[in-house]
């Protein structure tokens, strides 16, 4: 079952699509609006937060004007929307939008994150990781570029490190046949 804030970001993302990027539309001034409009229906609000409205810019915006707007937001209120989302949201609806927000500005290195989450702490929470990996196997030859970035080691040198037996042998072939060791 869902619920406040999470079922929020979820219907958003059922009922709406992506706008395709219009350089006339997504303007800078635009932008400078919608990052206005952001902070008045989270931290400039007296009480509460307007959670629908941060979600509809999260979801519905192209990825190159939510950067303009979270440039705009940072610009004007010293922080990013990411930020912004820790500071106004909790639990998994706070997990979630900032997925979101990671996803459309570096999106290699937010899946990169997630496999190193599932892989984090005492066990590895294994459908976690197969999700991960499967979901994500047609870009695994980027992500695994910003892993080994990120975190010094290839996800397959993660995969060996957190698995074993057949498991671990299933993961690292469904690794190598988009993203084959060298």
Request: net charge negative.
């Amino acid at each position: 079952e869902l619920g406040g804030d999470l079922e929020t970001l979820l219907s958003a993302c059922l009922q709406a699509s992506e706008e395709e990027f219009d350089p006339d539309y997504h303007t800078l001034d635009k932008a400078k609006d919608d990052a206005e409009e952001i902070w008045k229906k989270g931290q400039g609000k007296f009480f509460g937060t307007d959670e629908a409205k941060l979600f509809k810019v999260v979801v519905m915006s192209p990825p190159k004007y939510l950067k303009m707007v979270n440039d705009a937001y940072a610009e004007e209120y010293g922080y990013t929307l990411i930020k912004a989302m820790e500071k106004e949201l909790g639990g998994k609806a706070e997990d979630a939008a900032i997925f979101a927000l990671k996803m459309r500005f570096k999106p290699y290195e937010a899946i990169a994150g997630i496999i190193k989450k599932a892989c984090a702490g005492i066990g590895t929470d294994e459908d976690f990781l197969t999700c991960s990996i499967i979901r994500y196997q047609d870009l695994m030859g980027h992500v695994n570029l910003a892993h080994e970035e990120l975190y010094g080691k290839s996800v397959h040198e993660r995969v060996r490190s957190e698995c074993s037996g057949h498991y671990k042998d299933v993961l690292l072939a469904l690794l190598n046949k988009t993203s084959p060791e060298e």
